[in-house]
Every structure is written in C-alpha cells, then in structure tokens.
C-alpha cells in the first residue's frame, strides 16, 4: 500500500515542482492488475490544482487500455515525470486515482504539452518527424486521471536518485 | 497485437530512454526512466544495474516489469511483459553491456553517474505492439545480406593469408560501405593483439599493439563478444587505453608503443567483432566510422558471420600453409656469398643481393632482450617479427640465403613459436609491411605456399647489442 501523507499540512508540491511538472516533460503512469503485473502509459500534459494537491495527468485512452483498466479496479498509481534536456525527473505516488472526462480546454492544453515536448526533443536533435510521431496521441481522445499525491521521489540519475521529498514549508 | 522482439532491435540501441513499471511487495507500483535495454536474443533482454533502487528491490520481490521501449526511427510504442531471471557480473553480455553503457553515459554526459554493478537478465513474456502513428520506414541504406555473400565469395577464393587480410577490407569498402577498418591477430602469450592490416588511416598502424581487455578491441578481444557503440566514447578509446597503461603496468615493455594506432582520434560510431574459431579466439575484426549510430543490430549480424567466415578461413590457410613442403636445398642463384666476418665480432656485413641498387652501408642493430631492431636508429620493430627478421638477416650474412620457409622457422627453437596457437603467416605479413613502410631496402617476397624470399638492396651492417 501506498503510506499516508506526510503528518505536515503543506503540499507535496511547491511552486517550483508545479512549475516542472507543467513543463516539456515526459509522463509515464502506472499501475497494476490483481496478480501484480504492471501496466504502463503516457499522459500529455496535466494539471495542478490550486492547493497544489491535486494532480490531474490528461492520458490518451487508445494507449492506455490496460492501466485504465487497473485504475478502474482502485489499483495505486505512480507518475514519473523527466524533462530530456535536463534528466530531471519527479516521481509521484498514490493510493488511488479517479477518472473524468476531459475539461473544456483540456484537449488544447494536451495539444500544446505534446508540442512543447515534441519542441524539447527536436532541440536535443531528435527528428522532427520522430517527435511529432511520438507527440501524436496528444491529440486523440484521452480522459483525465486525477489523485492526490502522498509521496515524491527525486529520481534524477545520480547518487541521490530514489530520494524521498517533504513538503517544503 | 504480438510481434517477434528481433522485429524491433532498433529500439534497443539507447537512442531514446525506456521505461519501466515494477509493483513492490505491498502493491505499491513505481514507475521510472532507463537509458538502456539490451536485446540478448529473441526471448530475452538485460538491463544495466546500476544502483540498488525501488526498480531492483521491486524485481526481486515480485520478478515481473512491464517495459515501454521507443523505436528512433519510426516512433513505434511496444510494452515488453518481463519476468526477471538472474544478475550477471561477468563475461560477455556484462562486459557488452559495460562499454555500451559507457557510450550512452559518455554521449549524455553522465559519465560519472552510470557504473554497471550487473547485467539483470529477463525472460520477454510478451511484446505489445501500442496502438499509434508509426512512421513508415526507410529501407536500408545498404542491402547487407547481399554484400556479405560477396565478401563471403571473395574470401572462399584467397589462397594466402596476405590476400584474404585485403580482401576482407577491400569487401568492407566495397560491399558495405565502412572506410576505417583493421585486422588485429591474438597474441600467442593471449594478453596482446597486434594489428596486421588496416584500411582508410593515413599510416598503416601494422604492428601497433593493444593489451586484451583495455579498450573496445581488447574488451571484445577478452570477453569474446562483439561491441558495438554508437557514440562518441572517451572510456573505450583502444589507441588511448594502451597509451594510459604504458607507464603504470609492469609488463609496459613488452607491448609494442612505439607504432601508433591508425584509429579515427574521434570515432561517432565503432564496431569489434572477434574472430573466433569454435571458442578459440584468433583475433579482432575492428571497423569505426567518423558518423555517430552508423552500425546497426543488422550491422552487427553481418560482421559476426563474416568475421566467422574469416575465423575458418584464416585457420584454413595457415595450417596449409604450415604443411606445405619445404624447399629443396638452398640452391639460390648466385646469393652464396661467403662473407667475411667484420669487426668488432658481434657485428656482421652482408652484401645486397639484388644488384645495381646504390647507396652506402645501413646498420641494423638487434636487442635480444624484446628483439627490437633498429635501422640507422630508426625503430622497425620488435618481439616475434623482430626474431624472424633477425633471423633471416644473420642466415644472409653467414651464408647468403635468401629464400627461407615457414616450417624452418616453425621448427627453430629460437625463435620460441608454440606450435599451434601462433599464426607465422601473420608474422611475417606484419614483417613485410612494416619493412615496405619503414625500411625499403629490406622486402620479403611470397614466393610459394609456405615459401619467401629476402630481398636485400643496400650492403648491411648487422650489430648484436648486448644486454
């Protein structure tokens, strides 16, 4: 089971962290079925609640039929979140996740955050064929999968990777 | 859908970073980023351990991970189901999966970062194609089966060791493209390789020689892998690796330095396959390109089966080689030259045997302890090629010799050449090129199988240096 939240009243995230999440980076989540066997996919784009407890990753449905499944079935969730350019990567846990459609000006917001990504990418040298490939379920129908996240993890390469970050008051 | 994991070998070349989810023992999933996931074969994969992290913990519980691996080209999505079997610590896939990571790592600037503890090797369970736009694919640049077969013709027709060297590098050229290649043999005392042809360098290189396990060369060379890496990579940078070793390693003096290595200074793109006879490690078969990601899986396949090819080949011709019938008595036209013995004792003359050549007298000074020798203070070469040279220039002196076989230096305890792991052909091609670069006036001339002939164009001066 995912742990409670830390005893302190302040959000796991700060405004620097908000800031990153919103920002060119890949999001994988994950889950698992009843036997254990992991399931995995890619969001484009999210939002952050104004409390900043809330994370709400937009995830296309026609890649990601088995952890929707999971999460159907009230399965934890985990989201990494690394930007290319810099292999900073965030890791966000909790014991569940609820799905929604899609708000009003979700299916832009995922459009622009593949675009950013597909940008990042291509000014690492990655083909602009390649990244627009990849960008491309951004703009499919995806529903939005929202948790309130108990634990973070810095997962940036290093010896530090793995780290368990408290809210910063 | 279910498609065959060597269908998507391209996704496996660390271009674009992986990604895997684990389930701990209580449930809770973690999901993180990989730079690399190796292919081992149709029905598994490794990936690099590095740190002791939630991913491993994870594995060890519960033994299963789903993997998401990208392709570079084509941007298709597949999730590998994996069941995770045992951590290796050695051998051939850890030391291939060492230096690949020290390619990525060195490429994406995080050469201090990554260090490979083990390789975790995987059971692929399955291989989900993800629903997306793949783009189509280019076909090959080159169609690779068709110049293997060539190559593979071309080598089957060689009669000497000489010419399937030039030939396999000349096909390379020809048939696939690659400009930078070298032929290193294994040294029969198994710790050095030494090159003996090369092809696209500005100098030869022929002689130069690499310690076994010190650089991609000598780590192919020593694992009995092939290697390849598609980045720039200080870590496996073979010319600089012997360089480095030189001075701190207690055996320095008898690996050959003073020829450099011809290599590319800033390979993108290299490749070493070992020559390999059944287990029996014969040499390395080097290529390298200036062009970063220039070999594929593809790439590899083909040089493995070619490199197999010229393993069998080169084993083939040197012991028909070996076998060959000895000369008759020396009965060498007009080369018996009794010479006199000059002074001081040590040193001897010997009269060129080619006539209408001019110029005056050059000294050849031999040191018995490594056999260097040194033409008019110019270093030539050294150890076993050094031995036969010295050999074959005292045998002229004392009695005007000129052609000499294999099986007589085979047989001269001298010279010290085990009996079967040494390939003399190779010797005495390295001989003949170095003399060619480095010392015209002295040649050595194929003049059957198992058969060559001294060539001396300028009076000599031969001076044993004693210890």
Do not use: I
């Given at each position: 089971m995912v742990t409670a939240p830390s005893s302190s009243d302040c959000p796991l995230l700060d405004q620097a962290r908000v800031v990153f999440l919103l920002g060119p980076v890949s999001i994988s989540l994950a889950s698992h079925d009843a036997a254990g066997v992991p399931s995995l996919a890619r969001a484009f784009g999210c939002r952050v609640s104004e409390d900043r407890r809330e994370v709400v990753a937009l995830v296309p449905t026609r890649t990601a039929e088995s952890l929707l499944r999971d999460l159907v079935a009230g399965a934890p969730i985990a989201v990494v979140f690394s930007r290319?350019?810099?292999?900073?990567t965030l890791q966000l846990k909790a014991p569940a996740a609820r799905l929604g459609p899609l708000g009003p000006t979700d299916p832009q917001h995922m459009r622009a955050s593949g675009n950013a990504f597909a940008a990042e990418l291509i000014a690492l040298g990655y083909s602009a064929a390649f990244s627009h490939a990849l960008v491309a379920p951004s703009k499919e129908d995806a529903v939005a999968v929202a948790f309130f996240p108990t634990l973070l993890f810095d997962?940036?390469?290093?010896?530090?990777?793995g780290r368990r970050l408290e809210p910063l008051p | 859908m279910t498609v065959p994991l060597s269908a998507l070998?391209?996704?496996?070349?660390?271009a674009v970073p992986a990604t895997i989810a684990t389930c701990a023992a209580d449930g809770t999933p973690n999901v993180a980023k990989l730079s690399h996931v190796h292919f081992v074969d149709d029905r598994h994969v490794a990936l690099s351990y590095q740190f002791f992290n939630k991913t491993r913990e994870n594995l060890l519980h519960r033994r299963r991970a789903t993997v998401e691996v990208i392709?570079?080209?084509?941007?298709a999505l597949y999730h590998l189901h994996l069941e995770y079997l045992r951590t290796e610590t050695e051998g051939p896939l850890f030391e291939y999966m060492k230096a690949r990571l020290a390619a990525i790592a060195s490429h994406t600037g995080m050469s201090k970062v990554f260090r490979l503890l083990g390789a975790d090797l995987f059971r692929v369970l399955r291989v989900e194609a993800m629903p997306g736009d793949a783009l189509l694919q280019p076909s090959p640049p080159a169609d690779l089966l068709a110049g293997l077969r060539a190559c593979v013709v071309a080598l089957a027709r060689c009669t000497d060791l000489a010419q399937l060297l030039e030939v396999t590098l000349t096909g390379l050229a020809q048939?696939?493209?690659?400009h930078h290649s070298m032929l290193l043999m294994l040294d029969p005392d198994q710790r050095r390789l030494y090159t003996v042809a090369s092809r696209?360098?500005?100098?030869?290189?022929?002689?130069s020689e690499v310690r076994v396990g010190e650089g991609i060369v000598g780590v192919a060379a020593g694992a009995r892998t092939p290697i390849r890496i598609g980045y720039v990579v200080q870590e496996y940078r073979y010319s600089q690796a012997t360089r480095r070793h030189f001075a701190d390693?207690?055996?320095?003096?008898?690996?050959?330095?003073e020829i450099p290595f011809?290599?590319?200074?800033?390979?993108?793109s290299q490749l070493a396959v070992p020559l390999l006879n059944g287990d029996r490690l014969l040499g390395v078969l080097y290529v390298e390109s200036p062009?970063?990601?220039?070999?594929t899986y593809q790439d590899e396949d083909a040089f493995v089966v070619l490199a197999s090819h010229l393993a069998l080949a080169i084993d083939g011709l040197a012991r028909a080689a070996d076998q060959a019938c000895e000369l008759p008595p020396a009965s060498v036209q007009g080369a018996i030259r009794p010479v006199a013995p000059a002074t001081p004792p040590a040193t001897r003359s010997t009269a060129p045997s080619a006539a209408g050549t001019a110029g005056g007298t050059i000294q050849i000074r031999h040191?018995?302890?490594?056999?260097s020798l040194f033409v008019d203070n110019e270093y030539l070469i050294k150890g076993v090629a050094g031995a036969i040279c010295w050999k074959l220039l005292r045998e002229h002196a004392e009695s005007g010799r000129a052609d000499f076989t294999n099986r007589e230096l085979r047989l001269d305890?001298?010279?010290?050449?085990?009996?079967?792991?040494?390939?003399l052909d190779a010797r005495l091609i390295l001989l003949q090129r170095r003399l060619a670069e480095r010392c015209p006036l002295l040649a050595i001339e194929k003049t059957g199988r198992g058969r060559f002939r001294l060539i001396v164009s300028r009076p000599l001066q031969l001076v044993e240096v004693p210890a």
């Open positions: 290319p350019k810099t292999h900073e997962q940036t390469p290093g010896p530090r990777a | 070998r391209a996704c496996f070349e660390g392709d570079p080209a084509s941007a048939h696939w493209d690659v696209g360098y500005p100098e030869s290189g022929v002689g390693s207690a055996d320095g003096g008898v690996l050959e330095t011809p290599g590319l200074a800033d390979a993108g062009v970063e990601e220039r070999f040191f018995p302890h490594d056999h305890t001298s010279l010290r050449l085990p009996e079967v792991t040494d390939n």
